[in-house]
């Protein structure tokens, strides 16, 4: 498809994807976590040292490195949108491709302003500068950065660990060798890790003892947000902890960094609302998330009881019911912040509640950000419950496309869909599982506990 100069069909997200390859790319997915579950649950008995987990992570990330992208096509959209920036010399916040007409335009299948922060920008430019040469090596030397981003968020989980006086083998694997950020970070090459590596800078800057150092956390946290949207939330607990810690210092002198840092966008690359409104840019309707049972399923409702509602009327009072709960629900967990422990552990339940019970949109890539938090976190119970949620996040591509639409039809298969991958997770992190009580899972890690 690519040397006919057309993007391929989404596995697990397209009509045209063939059913066979998603059946196999399946079955090797479980194959992989099998793997993966093995050696976490038997990790007394394997007892991998750093240097066997380096080796290992790095030959499967090389691996992933050479795999085309299969199940998403955004790697295409970033070189486009740097293009727009390194070969026309446009602001993507304010124009779309489709005004730059050009041969790369087959490439391009979404046509809006750029959704990503400005961190982005020089990586989506070296694409689109390669891209003038071979639309296939430049996707391939995003993914080289990305498998080097993802090198480098190895070795920040590992001095992190270190410096909470942990073993940090446990979670070095845990995190370096999750088969889905594998998938989704290199072999599909989305840009997630870029926003993981700033988090994990903010988190081990609060492990010094320093304002210079608590100041940089600040600095790191509005980057992580400057790469995607979501890193708002680790602004937000990294301002808390500093708050109630009373580091008063630090708190200036970060907040007066970050004002200069968006006094420059606003003035360069964001002089509009709308150019800001574009890091929103996700649309008003639902995918794979929770949220579409709701609204499919109530419009279905309103026309059998002969009501009005239609699917924009119920998405509108879908998101402000939620938006209200999820609010609460963030200033409920913001006062359990006081050390740094508990800034890890919140920010796990923010990123877990907005995935599963806020957010609109949902794509399996986006339980990376989890990964490092449960590496991270002494409880057992939200560890496993983010480690199942990377294993069935990808049941969105165990699902032939021609089985689930529409769901109207297919009424039994795209809840169960829904279901499996939100729900087995949340019941993991509500209950518990009984394996706990049996198993040698809680004593994976000494500083673990079961809550």
């Given at each position: 498809m690519l040397s006919h100069d057309h993007p391929f069909p989404d596995l697990g997200d397209s009509a045209a994807a063939n059913p066979s390859l998603e059946v196999l790319q399946t079955i090797t997915l479980l194959f992989l976590f099998a793997l993966y579950i093995y050696c976490l649950v038997n990790w007394q008995r394997l007892q991998f040292t750093v240097r066997e987990v380096a080796w290992l992570g790095l030959?499967?990330?090389l691996l992933a490195w050479i795999a085309l992208p299969a199940n998403s096509t955004d790697i295409f959209g970033y070189?486009?949108?740097?293009?727009?920036?390194?070969?026309?010399?446009?602001?993507?916040y304010v124009h779309t491709y489709s005004q730059f007409a050009d041969f790369y335009s087959a490439y391009v299948e979404w046509d809006i302003t750029m959704p990503y922060g400005p961190v982005l920008l020089p990586f989506c430019m070296l694409g689109g500068w390669i891209a003038q040469h071979s639309v296939l090596i430049a996707a391939f030397v995003l993914k080289l950065l990305l498998l080097v981003t993802h090198g480098v968020?190895?070795?920040?989980?590992?001095?992190?660990?270190?410096?909470?006086h942990r073993t940090p083998v446990f979670g070095l694997f845990l995190f370096a060798l999750n088969p889905l950020l594998l998938l989704e970070q290199i072999a599909n090459g989305h840009n997630d890790g870029v926003m993981i590596l700033f988090v994990l800078l903010a988190i081990l800057a609060l492990q010094r003892a320093s304002d210079g150092w608590h100041a940089a956390a600040i600095?790191?946290?509005?980057?992580?947000?400057?790469?995607?949207?979501?890193?708002?939330?680790a602004c937000l607990v990294v301002v808390v902890y500093l708050a109630r810690n009373r580091e008063w210092r630090a708190l200036g002198y970060g907040f007066s960094i970050c004002a200069v840092i968006l006094l420059a966008l606003r003035l360069t690359l964001f002089p509009t609302t709308a150019a800001i409104l574009s890091l929103t840019n996700a649309g008003n309707y639902t995918k794979n998330s929770l949220h579409s049972i709701v609204t499919v399923y109530g419009e279905t409702?309103?026309?059998?009881?002969?009501?009005?509602?239609?699917?924009?009327t119920l998405y509108a009072m879908d998101r402000r019911i939620f938006a209200v709960l999820f609010l609460g629900f963030c200033l409920w967990r913001l006062t359990k912040i006081v050390q740094l422990n508990d800034l890890v552990r919140e920010l796990a339940y923010l990123f877990l509640v907005l995935l599963i019970g806020f957010a609109a949109w949902f794509f399996p890539w986006y339980v990376a950000w989890l990964l490092p938090l449960a590496a991270f976190t002494e409880s057992a119970r939200?560890?496993?419950?983010?480690?199942?949620f990377s294993c069935t996040a990808l049941a969105l591509y165990a699902f032939p496309y021609s089985l689930l639409e529409p769901p109207t039809t297919h009424w039994l298969l795209f809840p169960l869909?829904?279901?499996i991958v939100h729900f087995l997770p949340l019941a993991i992190l509500v209950r518990g599982v009984p394996i706990w009580k049996w198993s040698s899972i809680v004593a994976l890690d000494p500083q673990s506990d079961n809550g």
């Open positions: 030959a499967q990330g070189i486009g949108l740097g293009r727009i920036a390194g070969i026309y010399g446009a602001n993507p968020n190895c070795r920040l989980v590992y001095l992190i660990l270190k410096g909470m600095v790191f946290a509005l980057l992580s947000a400057l790469v995607k949207l979501p890193g708002l939330f409702l309103g026309n059998w009881l002969g009501t009005d509602w239609d699917y924009d939200l560890r496993w419950a983010i480690v199942a869909r829904l279901a």
